[in-house]
């Protein structure tokens, strides 16, 4: 009888094609584009659901599923409370790394880099084409912080939904976008016989260098 918890015979086995070199772009944002595009066409729900890895000024760890709103050359792209745990870490540790998989493709995406807050304008923009709902809760909630219970919540948003009843309502002051300006980016595929395929972007003064590392 297997002991509790004992997981050491589950196995899966990796079916994809293989990733070389010469088959990726020269640049990592255009090659995550082509993998995102078919992420989303397979799992069009949560295709930008990546976890957001963050760590203290004393070096604590945290990690968390966020949504990407949006990327480009500059970076990659999230929106959430600055009062939040991530928010504070990374006022305090402005770096962070970056994880999609998607499963479906047997593939994963890591990306690290420095981190920097996006102006107002880009979260009022944003959060102008939330649903009101989304907006409420925003509004109602300072991430992370100690609530006496659900109720609390439920109340405060029906408070702020009768006060804005007939008006938008505004984008808080402590809500707001970051972007991840990627320093390296690893593109993983699953192979067979744990015999992964890994390229690995790094930036240089001239472009980006392509490595492979071992799996």
Not at 126 to 141: E, H
Request: negative net charge.
């Amino acid at each position: 009888m297997a002991e509790q918890g004992d997981l050491r015979a589950l196995r899966r086995e990796y079916q994809a094609e293989a990733l070389l070199e010469a088959d990726v772009a020269r640049d990592p944002i255009d090659q995550f584009e082509r993998w995102f595009e078919q992420a989303l066409t397979l799992q069009p729900d949560n295709a930008n659901a990546m976890v957001l890895a963050t760590a203290s000024a004393d070096g604590c760890p945290s990690a968390r599923v966020v949504l990407l709103k949006h990327f480009d050359s500059e970076g990659f792209c999230w929106y959430t409370d600055y009062r939040s745990q991530k928010g504070q870490e990374l006022s305090e540790n402005p770096q962070a790394e970056l994880l999609f998989y998607w499963p479906e493709l047997e593939r994963q995406v890591r990306i690290w880099g420095p981190v920097a807050r996006l102006d107002h304008a880009a979260a009022e923009h944003y959060f102008a084409a939330r649903p009101r709902g989304s907006q409420i809760s925003a509004s109602v909630s300072r991430q992370s912080a100690v609530v006496a219970g659900r109720e609390d919540l439920v109340a405060a948003a029906m408070t702020l939904e009768e006060q804005y009843q007939h008006q938008s309502i505004p984008c808080p002051a402590d809500w707001g976008g970051y972007q991840l300006r990627p320093e390296r980016m690893e593109f993983w595929q699953g192979r067979e016989n744990r015999l992964h395929d890994r390229l690995v972007y790094g930036r240089q003064l001239q472009g980006w260098q392509l490595v492979r590392l071992a799996p």
